[in-house]
């Protein structure tokens, strides 16, 4: 066996990474007895009211981003990002993008931060990162002894191996560390010059050292895969208070009268000379906020009409909050999908045929977008907006951009540098060569969640039939990947038109580091991810923008214990 000359020195490199590692005394290295959960359909992937940004609304917008037929070179390295956690939310009604964690992500100004603190950590707090590595000493020497061994050094060793970690539950800090920790840390350092003479041996405590390591390393890496399966379990459920509130509103709308439930303004519904939005969603919280941030905001909230999407079962109660809760000025109407006779008839339901029961993927309301002219062909444009978005600016210069001849107007999502970057081959399979002789694998792709449609040229195009086309085809071949974000991609490319990123801030849903002065500035902020803001999984500092919208005096609210 190989000789170490120097342990002292071979010890300490060895536990120096170690200092984060608990192992209990006495017990032999075994493999750890975490319990994993697991589920195959889970992934693990105010300012002004205005907005202004260089140009008039009624100005030709001079972006030439998306042209040259989608093959505009851009320069990219490897993306470097590992796919965590689907965007995800109360019961999937949306476009799935992904959440991901990569180093990309990280900016330079938190890089800076971040290592400034893990220095001021290191000269802080050295002696508490002392005592840790002496309790790992202690216990790798602990586990040399034969089983059961009653030793009085092996005594000695628990004994303060107690001591210490009282020590470390007590205090985090140098600061912190009293007289007696002090002198503890001292006893135990002359426990363990003890140990290192009854075991001299430096190959055996290094190979243990490793093995430690190597066990806690696997520790870490199952409590990370149980830590995003629980986080995507949290995102996949509906809270019970929004359960309650469903039930309460739909009992009050089968009370009233056929003639009671109408709602108000309907013969504004097809006036191609106001703006119209529309939302797909089964959530009446979340589709209350859309709602009233988007009135809130505009300079001419008469000319707003909002279509509300959702499903039979959901209808009843989105109809009775909204009577109940008129939005002002403007006029909105809520529809049921089932009503849509034409769907189950005129087309092939592509969405039952995804290969997995997440909903997310399977949403028929996530999938409805790509009907906008069909759903609504009285109207020559509309605005789809993702049912967790907040509106914080006057939307009306969406409606005079210069789309040039598209049919699609997005924000792109080509900055490297921030974690909403998305390229066409990070969900679309360029190995196939029906994908490769059509696509250009580093074409700059874009996001749903705010998308202004010109519904005439969408028409023209014939796009709906497109869209068909390559939903079957990734039914037959693995060309497609992540829901209805890839199928938009290849379904309006060619057919995007980019707008300033301050129309559509991403991240919310997924990202902590979104600075503050882009949400400020914004238009529309995003919470695409699994952190919705009305579940307790959201990040805290941005559900203030959110729960702003609503009223939590509201009498519905209150049975539901409804509150943040």
């Known amino acids: ?71 505009k070179e851009h320069s990219f390295n490897a993306t470097g990002r590992q796919d965590n956690n689907v965007h995800g939310q109360s019961r999937g009604v949306r476009d799935v993008e992904i959440e991901t964690k990569h180093p990309l992500s990280n900016r330079s100004t938190v890089k800076h931060d971040n290592s400034v603190r893990t220095a001021k950590s290191r000269s802080i707090d050295y002696k508490v990162k002392e005592i840790i590595d002496q309790l790992i000493r202690a216990k790798a020497y602990l586990s040399f002894a034969p089983p059961g061994s009653n030793s009085h050094l092996m005594k000695e060793l628990r004994l303060r191996i107690k001591d210490l970690e009282h020590v470390v539950e007590e205090v985090t800090r140098d600061s912190e560390l009293t007289k007696s920790a002090l002198q503890k840390m001292k006893s135990m350092e002359s426990s363990l010059v003890k140990a290192g003479n009854a075991y001299p041996d430096c190959s055996a405590m290094s190979s243990k050292l490793r093995a430690m390591a190597e066990t806690a390393e696997e520790q870490v890496r199952m409590q990370k895969k149980q830590a995003t399966y629980l986080l995507n379990l949290a995102a996949s459920t509906t809270p019970k208070g929004f359960h309650c509130l469903s039930m309460q509103l739909t009992s009050e709308y089968f009370a009233l009268q056929p003639s ?66 008129p939005p002002g000025k403007a006029t909105i109407e809520v529809l049921s999908m089932e009503d849509f006779k034409w769907l189950s008839t005129e087309y092939d339901l592509g969405w039952t045929m995804q290969n997995t029961s997440d909903p997310r993927f399977t949403s028929e309301l996530n999938y409805l977008r790509f009907y906008l002219p069909n759903i609504f062909p009285s109207l020559d444009k509309v605005i789809l907006l993702d049912h967790d978005v907040v509106v914080q600016k006057d939307l009306s210069g969406l409606w005079h951009v210069d789309m040039k001849g598209k049919v699609n107007v997005a924000v792109e999502t080509c900055k490297e540098s921030e974690v909403s970057f998305l390229r066409m081959d990070t969900f679309i399979n360029f190995s196939d060569p029906l994908i490769a002789d059509k696509f250009d694998n580093k074409a700059c792709m874009w996001a749903f969640g705010m998308n202004v449609f010109d519904l005439r040229r969408w028409r023209e195009e014939n796009l709906t039939a497109l869209y068909h086309k390559y939903l079957r085809l990734s039914t037959e071949r693995p060309i ?59 990040f805290g500092e941005y559900k203030e923008f959110w729960i702003k919208h609503i009223d939590f005096n509201n009498q519905y609210l209150e049975q539901c214990n409804i509150h943040w």
């Open 480 to 538: 497609l990947k992540g829901g209805s974000l890839p199928l938009g991609w290849v379904t309006f490319y060619n057919q995007t038109t980019a707008v300033e990123r301050q129309w559509h801030v991403l991240g919310l849903g997924h990202d902590s580091t979104v600075p503050q002065d882009d949400i400020e500035k914004a238009a529309v902020i995003h919470y695409n991810g699994v952190r919705k803001p009305w579940l307790d999984v959201g």
């Open 260 to 325: 009671e439930r109408l709602l108000p303004e309907q013969n504004k519904l097809h006036d191609t000379t106001l703006y119209h939005y529309a939302v797909f969603s089964d959530n009446v919280l979340a589709c209350a906020v859309v709602v009233n941030s988007t009135i809130s905001s505009a300079m001419e909230p008469e000319k707003i009409v909002f279509h509300l999407v959702t499903n039979s079962l959901n209808l009843p109660a989105m109809s009775m909050w909204f009577s109940l809760n």
């Open 1 to 71: 066996m190989e000789q170490v000359p120097d342990c002292s020195l071979q010890k300490w490199r060895d536990v120096e990474a170690l200092n984060s590692i608990g192992q209990e005394a006495g017990e032999g290295l075994k493999e750890p007895k975490s319990i994993v959960l697991e589920d195959k359909n889970f992934h693990p992937r105010e300012g002004n009211n205005s907005l202004d940004f260089g140009s008039k609304p009624n100005e030709v917008n001079n972006d030439t981003r998306f042209e040259n037929d989608g093959k």
